[in-house]
């Protein structure tokens, strides 16, 4: 059964930093991995996704995720943050030919808030 | 463009009440999901679809059941409403098992 960890509910920052979201995974062997935004009032949207090759992905809006096979992580990055990334973002895993593989696991999601 | 709408945005019930909730897309893809966002519990999965004419139970499908009459339509059905079912639903489609999904804007339903 594959799992995945947000550990930061909130993260506050001001406009112009940069940021990190953190997101770990738990699950034996190849994993298929997505960031999801969901602006508040609206269903989630797709960022990004890694299943293999290069662990950096880029998404879009600037935001781009690198993929950690020995620490099990899929951290979302953006070099600058704008007001309007104010969302909550959810790292998301599915494993490609488990039993469940059909559907997509989220994680509890995390809250950013960006201050101006 | 890709879209998947959800009707009712907002519902009222009654406990012991019968409540629909419909999700159509336009994407023409096989897979469609049901969620319940709770705060605290992030997205769980109630029930899904491969096709129309199937139904596939997710993790939380106790309390609800599905419908896919057609490729675009996946309904969700609370027989019988309780208040624990007070949440906000989110329908989503996604071709393939391991593509984005793409969600409706969700539905808010309050059982009292």
């Known amino acids: 059964t594959q799992t995945v960890s947000q550990s930061d509910a909130h993260v506050t920052v001001f406009e112009g930093d940069s940021v990190e979201l953190r997101c770990n995974y738990s699950y034996g062997g190849s994993i298929y991995l997505s960031w999801y935004i969901q602006h508040h009032g609206h269903g989630l949207q797709f960022l990004l996704k890694?299943?293999?090759?290069?662990?950096v992905v880029q998404g879009v809006n600037g935001f781009e995720a690198e993929f950690s096979k020995s620490d099990s992580s899929f951290h979302l990055r953006k070099a600058s943050v704008h007001w309007s990334d104010s969302a909550v973002y959810f790292c998301a895993v599915s494993a490609p030919g488990a039993t469940n593989a059909y559907k997509v696991i989220f994680g509890k999601g995390t809250h950013l808030h960006v201050l101006p | 463009e890709a879209a998947v709408t959800q009707s009712p945005r907002n519902k009222v019930a009654v406990t012991g009440g019968k409540v629909t909730l419909s999700c159509n897309q336009t994407?023409?893809?096989?897979?469609m999901y049901w969620y319940r966002q709770d705060t605290g519990h992030g997205l769980r999965l109630i029930h899904y679809s491969y096709g129309a004419g199937s139904t596939e139970k997710g993790d939380i499908p106790d309390g609800y059941k599905a419908s896919r009459p057609s490729q675009e339509n996946f309904s969700l059905i609370l027989e019988l409403a309780t208040p624990s079912q007070t949440s906000v639903y989110f329908c989503?489609?996604?071709?393939?098992?391991?593509?984005?999904?793409?969600f409706g804007p969700g539905t808010r339903l309050t059982v009292l």
């Open positions: 890694y299943y293999s090759g290069n662990p």
């Open positions: 989503a489609s996604g071709e393939g098992h391991y593509a984005e999904q793409f």
């Open positions: 994407n023409n893809h096989n897979n």
